[in-house]
């Protein structure tokens, strides 16, 4: 069974930087992506990367300020991100895909098959 275990979110200042990681359990190389749910509202798409790590995808929200990476012998993702404010205060979930699919697909939490439990982020004074 594949399992992902998202790590380091914490609080952080507002203008400040924090890297998530995602270890997946997992011999084979998935399509990796983040979401992100704010307190009572939908999870919604953050950013993807494919299997060779070559091709990546982002929300507009976020575009400029994160940056997706993968380990190139590990099963490893990560989120690096900058200038965060309030706005990205959420639980971060990590997702994993068998295959890339269109764009429009793997933005959405449907182009996923494999889920971690989430990493909170606080952005706050």
């Known amino acids: 069974q594949v399992r992902l275990v998202e790590s380091g979110g914490r609080l952080v200042q507002p203008g400040g930087s924090l890297r998530l990681s995602c270890d997946i359990s997992a011999r084979t190389r998935y399509v990796m992506s983040w979401f992100r749910q704010p307190s009572g509202k939908e999870r919604v798409f953050v950013a993807a990367i494919n299997e060779s790590g070559r091709r990546t995808l982002y929300a507009d929200s976020v575009k400029g300020r994160f940056t997706i990476s993968r380990a190139s012998a590990e099963n490893m993702v990560f989120l690096q991100m900058n200038s965060l404010n309030t706005e990205d205060t959420a639980v971060y979930y990590c997702?994993?895909?068998?295959?890339?699919?269109?764009?429009?697909?793997?933005?959405?939490?449907?182009?996923?098959?494999?889920w971690g439990q989430g990493t909170l982020v606080t952005v706050s004074d």
């Open positions: 997702g994993a895909s068998r295959a890339w699919q269109v764009d429009s697909v793997m933005n959405r939490s449907i182009g996923y098959d494999y």
